[in-house]
C-alpha cells in the first residue's frame, strides 16, 4: 500500500476540520483499494483554490490543483481523456457556489462520472473571513461589517433540481460517516455531490451550532425527487445529513 | 464606372439579403471554377444577422495565383435592390448585371448589360424556396461565361439531396437556357490550368485539417464568429476523424476541460474569437505554469468588446502575444492564407507536447472565412509526441528541471508514480513552494524551454520573403494581410521586397533582422490603429519602419486601392 501522505507540512489551523475530511478520504481510499475496488494509480485528486485546496498537497496521488472556482471542467476534461481514471474534486463554497457555480449545474446537468467534494464552511477563510453565497444573511465579514444582504441558498436544492443522480451531505467532524459517503460518492457512477459542512474555527466557528442540529438519514436514498424533497427538508430547525438522492442514468463521457 | 486593367482576373459578386444562400452561391460556384482548373479567391461579407441586411460574395478567377479578390467587378447578381446601390461605382466596362427588378435609371446606365431574370418567378413555377433564386443565377453565369453547367450540377449534387437537390438543378438549367435563349455571353479569353489540383478552401478548415494531420483527439469550442466554422467543420466530420467535439458552458469550462484532457494524456485544441479568449486568460496562465500542451485557434474580429463581430481587424496581436498573468513562454503564429493555417496547425499540436508551452495560432475573419484554392497535403505529416516519460521508477517528478528545460511527461494511470500538476509554482515534484531558490529556479527552467525552442527556429518557417530580393523598399506584413499585399503587389510601378512575418512569439530575431540590410525604406501594413506590429518589430529588433498604412475601420483594404498607397511612398 501507498504510502498516502506528502513531504508538504499540513498548514490548516491546528483543529481544523479540513483534517478531518483529509482522515476520512484517505481511509475511504484505503478500504477502496485494498478491496481491490480501485487502482491507487487511477485515482485523481483535483483541488481548486481556497483552505480547501490544499488537500492536494498532501495526497501521495495524481493530483491536479486547477483555478479558483474552475475544478469541474477540468475533472470532466480527465475523465474524458481516460475512462478508467476515478476523477475526485476537492472544492470549497467559494470555489463551487460562487466562483464556479455555472461548472457545478452543468457538470450536473451532464452526469459528468466525477465526484466532488465541498468543503461548505459558509465564509472566505484563505483570504481571511469574507462572505461566501452559503453565508447567512446579516453575516458580518470583513467586507459586510453591516451584515450581509444577500440570502444564502441552499446547495442540496440546487442540485436536486437538476436531477443530480448522487446528493448527500455529510459533517467533517463525523470521519466514520463522511469516509462512508465518500466511498459510495467515489463507487457512483455519474455525478456525486457531497456538501460537507466544515466549521472554520477561526472565522466562522459553527461547531456547536451544527452538532446540536445535525442527524443522520440512514435509510435508503431516495430514487425519485419528491421522496428526496422530504429528506432534505429540515424539520424543527435540525440539520439532515446523509445521502439524499440517488439514480442511474447514462453518464457524459459514457456517452461520447 | 472604372476602366480596370487587371492582368485576366474576372470577377463576379451575389449580392442579397441574409438569408438568400449567398455564402453558398459563392462557394458553389468557386467549386466549379476551381474544378475547371481556375485559381479563385472568394471573400464573404455580411452583418451580424440571421435574415436581412446586406451579404455578398466576390469571387475572384484567373489562370495564375489570386491571392485577394478584386474589387472591380465583371458580373453583379443582385438578389436585392440594395446589391445594385452598392455595388454600382465598382461595376468595370461593360460589366453584367443580373436582377429582377431595374428601375429607369438602372436601364438607361446599364443599357443591354442590364440583364432582367425574374429569380421568383422560376422559383415560384417549381414551388421551390425562395432561398434557391441563387441557382438560377449560377445557372445564367455558366452560360455567361461559357462554364459548362455539368460541372454545376456536380457541384450541386454534392450539396443538396432529394427534393432540394432536384430544384436547384432545375433552377440551374432555367438561367442557364435563359441567357442562352438571349444568346448573352461574356467570354473572357481567360485559359484555366491543366491538370489543376488544387481545393478550394478557407483558412478554418484547412487549420482544422492540419489539426487532424499532427493526431488531434479532442477539439472543444464556444461558438464566436469568426472561429466558430472550425468547431461546425469538426463537429460534422468527428465520426469519420474519430476525435471528440465538446461544446461546454463557456469559455472558461472550454480551456478548464481541454487543460483536464491533456492532463490525461490527450491532444487536444480549442478555438474562439479575441473576446472568448480574453475569458480564458486565467487558465491560458495555468497552463504556462502546469506546463500542459494546448493549442488555441484565437480568431479576431473588429473591438474593442463586442465590436463589430462580422468583419476582420488584427487590433489584438498585442493582447493575445502578452496574454496571461505572470511570465511564462508560449508560441504564437499568424498563418495569412489556408495553406499556412493547415501547416501551423499541424506545427502548433506537435510544438506543444514538444515544448509542454501553449501554441497560439492567430487568425481572423479574412484568414478564417475567406476561401482560396489551395494544396493541402497531410501526407507528410509526422506526430511529435514529445518527452514521454521512460519506464518509470517511484522518482517521476513531473517538473524535473533539464537541461533543455523539457520535463518528461507522464500521464495518471501509471502505476508506482504520481504525476502533480499545481497552479501554484511548485517545486520538480509539483508540491506547492514559497521558497525563494525554487522559484527562481522553476521560472528558469520553464524559459530554458524558450531556448531550447529558439535554437531549432531555423526549420518553423516564421519569416516568408517575396518580391524583389535586392530592392531598396520592403513591405513588412503579418497575417491576413498577407494576401491583399502579394496581390497589390502585382500593379507596383516599383519593385518592392515584401517580408512577412508568420512567428509573433518568440519573435525570430536572429533570421528577422538580416532580412531589413540595405533597406532604405520601410512601409508596414497591418489593420489596427496603434500599428501594433511595427511596434513589435522595433522593440524585437530595433528596426523603424518608415511609413505604416494602416484601416482599422473593419472593412478589408482593396488590392488595387492598396497598391495605389503603396506606390506612392516607393523610392
Known amino acids: ?256 | 464606372m472604372i476602366e480596370h486593367n487587371h492582368n485576366g482576373i474576372f470577377t463576379i459578386v451575389i449580392g442579397g439579403a441574409a438569408g438568400d444562400g449567398i455564402r453558398e452561391a459563392g462557394n458553389n460556384l468557386g467549386q466549379v471554377l476551381a474544378k475547371i482548373g481556375y485559381e479563385v479567391f472568394i471573400s464573404f461579407k455580411y452583418p451580424s444577422l440571421i435574415r436581412g441586411g446586406h451579404n455578398y460574395a466576390r469571387i475572384s478567377f484567373s489562370r495564375e495565383k489570386v491571392f485577394y479578390d478584386n474589387s472591380h467587378i465583371d458580373v453583379l447578381v443582385a438578389l436585392n435592390d440594395e446589391t445594385i446601390e452598392r455595388h454600382k461605382p465598382k461595376l468595370a466596362k461593360n460589366a453584367f448585371i443580373f436582377s429582377e427588378n431595374f428601375d429607369e435609371n438602372d436601364l438607361k446606365n446599364f443599357g443591354k448589360n442590364a440583364v432582367k431574370i425574374t429569380f421568383s418567378q422560376f422559383t415560384a413555377e417549381l414551388n421551390a424556396l425562395p432561398v434557391t433564386r441563387s441557382s438560377v443565377a449560377l445557372g445564367a453565369i455558366c452560360h455567361l461565361l461559357n462554364l459548362p453547367l455539368q460541372e454545376m450540377k456536380n457541384v450541386l449534387h454534392k450539396v443538396f439531396k432529394e427534393k432540394l437537390l432536384e430544384s436547384n438543378i432545375a433552377l440551374a438549367e432555367k438561367g442557364y437556357e435563359f441567357l442562352k435563349e438571349r444568346d448573352f455571353k461574356h467570354w473572357k479569353k481567360i485559359k484555366p490550368n491543366e491538370n489543376f489540383q488544387k481545393e478550394l478552401i478557407d483558412g478554418n478548415t484547412a487549420f482544422a485539417k492540419g489539426l487532424i494531420a499532427a493526431g488531434l483527439k479532442s477539439y472543444l469550442a464556444y461558438p464566436m464568429t469568426p472561429s466558430t466554422s472550425i468547431l461546425h467543420f469538426l463537429a460534422k466530420k468527428q465520426k469519420d476523424f474519430n476525435i471528440r467535439v465538446i461544446q461546454p458552458e463557456n469559455e472558461i469550462a472550454v480551456i478548464n476541460m481541454a487543460l483536464g484532457m491533456a492532463y490525461a494524456g490527450e491532444r487536444v485544441a480549442i478555438g474562439t474569437a479575441t473576446g472568448g479568449f480574453a475569458l480564458m486568460q486565467e487558465a491560458f496562465s495555468l497552463a504556462g505554469v502546469a506546463e500542459i500542451p494546448i493549442v488555441i485557434a484565437v480568431s479576431q474580429r473588429q473591438g474593442p468588446a463586442t465590436g463589430v463581430p462580422t468583419h476582420s481587424s488584427q487590433a489584438d496581436l498585442r493582447f493575445i502575444i502578452h496574454s496571461g498573468h505572470g511570465e511564462f513562454p508560449r508560441i504564437v503564429m499568424a498563418p495569412g492564407d489556408p495553406e499556412e493555417t493547415f501547416k501551423c496547425g499541424t506545427q502548433a499540436l506537435n510544438l506543444t507536447w514538444q515544448y509542454q508551452m501553449p501554441v497560439i495560432v492567430i487568425l481572423d475573419k479574412h484568414v478564417s472565412e475567406n476561401l482560396t484554392t489551395s494544396i493541402i497535403n497531410a501526407d507528410s505529416i509526422k506526430i511529435e509526441k514529445g518527452k514521454l516519460a521512460e519506464k518509470t521508477d517511484s522518482k517521476y517528478q513531473r517538473y524535473l528541471v533539464t537541461e533543455g528545460g523539457i520535463s518528461p511527461v507522464a500521464f495518471p494511470g501509471t502505476p508506482e508514480i504520481t504525476i502533480k500538476s499545481n497552479s501554484y509554482e511548485h517545486d520538480e515534484d509539483g508540491i506547492a513552494t514559497e521558497d525563494l531558490d525554487i522559484i527562481r529556479k522553476m521560472q528558469d527552467k520553464r524559459f530554458k524551454k524558450e531556448e531550447t525552442l529558439l535554437k531549432g527556429i531555423g526549420k518553423c518557417e516564421t519569416i516568408k520573403v517575396y518580391g524583389d530580393q535586392k530592392s531598396k523598399n520592403a513591405i513588412v506584413f503579418w497575417g491576413s494581410t498577407k494576401t491583399v499585399v502579394l496581390e497589390a503587389a502585382k500593379y507596383l510601378d516599383k519593385k518592392a521586397k515584401l517580408i512577412q512575418v508568420l512567428w509573433m512569439e518568440p519573435f525570430d530575431t536572429e533570421h528577422i533582422l538580416p532580412q531589413f540590410k540595405g533597406i532604405k525604406n520601410i512601409i508596414s501594413i497591418e489593420s489596427n490603429h496603434n500599428a501594433q506590429f511595427a511596434g513589435l518589430l522595433r522593440e524585437k529588433t530595433g528596426i523603424e519602419v518608415n511609413h505604416n498604412i494602416l484601416s482599422y475601420d473593419s472593412r478589408p483594404f482593396e488590392p488595387i486601392e492598396l497598391a495605389e498607397k503603396i506606390n506612392f511612398l516607393l523610392k
Open chain 1, 1 to 256: 500500500m501507498q504510502e498516502l501522505n506528502t513531504k508538504a507540512k499540513i498548514t490548516w489551523c491546528a483543529g481544523c476540520p479540513n483534517s478531518q475530511i483529509l482522515v476520512a478520504f484517505r481511509e475511504a481510499i484505503t478500504e477502496l483499494t485494498s478491496q481491490d475496488k480501485l487502482k491507487i494509480e487511477n485515482i485523481v485528486a483535483t483541488a481548486g483554490i481556497g483552505c480547501h485546496g490544499k488537500i492536494a498537497e498532501y495526497l501521495n496521488l495524481n493530483t491536479y490543483t486547477s483555478l479558483h472556482g474552475r475544478l469541474i471542467p477540468t475533472m470532466t476534461g480527465i475523465k474524458t481523456a481516460n475512462s478508467n481514471l476515478t476523477v475526485i474534486g476537492f472544492s470549497g463554497d467559494g470555489d463551487a457556489y460562487a466562483e464556479g457555480i455555472e461548472h457545478l449545474i452543468h457538470a450536473a446537468r451532464r452526469n459528468s462520472d466525477i465526484k466532488l467534494f465541498v468543503h461548505d464552511n459558509q465564509i472566505f477563510a484563505l483570504t481571511t473571513g469574507q462572505v461566501t453565497p452559503t453565508s447567512p444573511k446579516g453575516f458580518k465579514g470583513k467586507s459586510t461589517p453591516f451584515g450581509n444582504l444577500d440570502e444564502p441558498f441552499d446547495p442540496i436544492l440546487l442540485m436536486l433540481s437538476l436531477n443530480t443522480s448522487f446528493i448527500a451531505r455529510t459533517f467533517a467532524l463525523d470521519i466514520s460517516k463522511t469516509k462512508e459517503i465518500m466511498k459510495r460518492a467515489i463507487e457512483h457512477k455519474g455525478f456525486a455531490f457531497v456538501d460537507i459542512i466544515q466549521p472554520c474555527i477561526t472565522f466562522f466557528d459553527t461547531r456547536e451550532y451544527f452538532k446540536e442540529r445535525i442527524f443522520w438519514i440512514d435509510d435508503q436514498p431516495a430514487d425519485n425527487p419528491e421522496i428526496a424533497m422530504q429528506k432534505i427538508k429540515n424539520i424543527k430547525g435540525k440539520i439532515p445529513c446523509g445521502i439524499f438522492y440517488e439514480i442511474s442514468k447514462p453518464t457524459f463521457e459514457a456517452q461520447q
